[in-house]
């Protein structure tokens, strides 16, 4: 079964740091790239970050360039988001995400999430 786990949110004054982690299991997580999501309040959710199943390769969204870090240990199993200059609209629920493929298609498996709270 696969299980993604989040950790590290809480609240944080603006301009500090969070460090979130995702512990996964139940598949390989060495062969799959993996994905940070955030939703805010009444808003969608969206991709923040991306990170190539090696780690060689990371994409971020616009709002968070030069200042996320997204990074994995493949021998821990575990994916994590450095978090640093927060912001007030940096608050969200953060999600760990993997999209694995199977014999019957690919399907996204989401952890249950960790708050983010920013304030001014």
């Known amino acids: 079964e696969v299980q993604l786990v989040e950790s590290g949110g809480g609240l944080v004054q603006a301009g500090g740091y969070l460090r979130l982690s995702c512990a996964a299991s139940?598949?390989?997580?060495?062969?799959?790239?993996m994905n940070w999501y955030r939703q805010a309040p009444e808003k969608q959710r969206e991709l923040v970050a991306h990170i190539t199943s090696g780690g060689d390769t990371t994409n971020y969204a616009d709002s968070v360039k030069g200042r996320f870090t997204i990074s994995r240990d493949n021998a821990k199993n575990t994916m994590y988001l450095l978090m640093n200059s927060l912001k007030p609209e940096d608050t969200a629920v953060y999600y760990c995400?993997?999209?694995?493929?199977?014999?019957?298609?690919?399907?996204?498996?989401w952890g249950q999430g960790t708050q983010v709270t920013v304030s001014s």
């Open positions: 995400n993997a999209k694995i493929s199977s014999w019957s298609g690919t399907w996204d498996y």
């Open positions: 139940g598949f390989t997580f060495s062969s799959y790239d």
